[in-house]
């Protein structure tokens, strides 16, 4: 009786730690994650009726097929957004992190792009004629299919020259 009774204690803290130790990793794992990608939905408002939202926090955003010519984002947070099919012709993207966008098939034409992040980001078939891409970091990023005619190139990394011609 007595070895029953110590073995179904010891049964009963192992399972009761190892229960502990998986909700712990749960919350460790789900915690922050998220919110690194999470766009603050006010900002999105704004974004969508004012097309003002110069360094707001837009990361992971859907903003797919949106129409937001001319739109202000100077610095915004717009990494890992989905802009595919976007118009963004003529916009402000000065300084923006745009790493691991979504841009495929987005209208940027005449953007003004100077020193923003598009590391990874895919641009498979965007419209970046006459944009200005000076400085800009476009390592990684997919530009096939891309039209860059007329692009401002200097000082970017990641893309050859020559496309802008």
Do not use: W
């Not at 010519?69 to 915004?76: C, D, E, M, S, V």
């Not at 419209?127 to 401002?152: C, H």
């Amino acid at each position: 009786m007595f070895n029953l009774l110590s073995i179904s204690k010891r049964l009963t803290m192992k399972t009761s730690t190892l229960l502990f130790l998986i909700g712990l990793n749960v919350c460790l794992f789900s915690v922050g994650s998220p919110s690194v990608y999470a766009a603050n939905p006010a900002h999105v408002d704004t974004l969508k009726e004012t097309q003002k939202c110069p360094r707001c926090n837009l990361s992971g955003a859907n903003l797919s097929s949106s129409k937001l010519p001319r739109a202000n984002l100077r610095g915004a947070n717009l990494s890992r957004a989905k802009l595919r099919g976007a118009n963004l012709r003529g916009a402000d993207l000065s300084g923006a992190d745009l790493s691991q966008a979504e841009l495929r098939r987005a209208n940027l034409r005449g953007a003004r792009m100077g020193g923003a992040n598009l590391r990874g980001a895919n641009l498979r078939g965007t419209n970046l004629r006459g944009a200005d891409l000076r400085g800009a970091r476009l390592d990684g990023a997919d530009l096939e299919g891309a039209n860059l005619k007329g692009a401002i190139l200097d000082g970017a990394t990641g893309v050859d020259p020559a496309l802008a011609e």
